[in-house]
């Protein structure tokens, strides 16, 4: 689940041409740790830094039943359709 998250984060940050020196600046954090959320390799993070990093980038975090398959809107917000 950290992978897909990064992986978003990521597409964002690129999407804004932000560095993840100038992410980490702006969220006070450094570039090492963006680059260990961005590959999922964190071994901890809190969840007001993630929501953190979420706001900063206009993304939100969505919760739903594990296993569950995805919405017609969800879809449509990754681009599947």
């Known amino acids: 689940m950290l992978f897909e998250i990064g992986k978003h984060i990521r597409q964002e940050r690129k999407k804004r041409k932000l ?3 100038k992410l980490a ?3 006070g954090m450094s570039r090492t740790t963006i680059g260990q959320i ?3 390799t964190i071994q901890d993070i809190g969840i007001r ?3 953190r990093i979420l706001e900063v980038l206009d993304l939100e975090l969505r919760v739903r039943l594990a296993g ?3 919405t ?3 879809l449509r917000d990754e681009g599947d359709f």
Do not use: I, T, Y
């Open 72 to 74: 017609l809107d969800e």
């Open 49 to 51: 830094k993630l929501l």
């Open 25 to 27: 600046g702006l969220l």
């Open 38 to 40: 961005e590959n999922g």
């Open 19 to 21: 560095s993840q020196a």
């Open 68 to 70: 569950a398959r995805p």
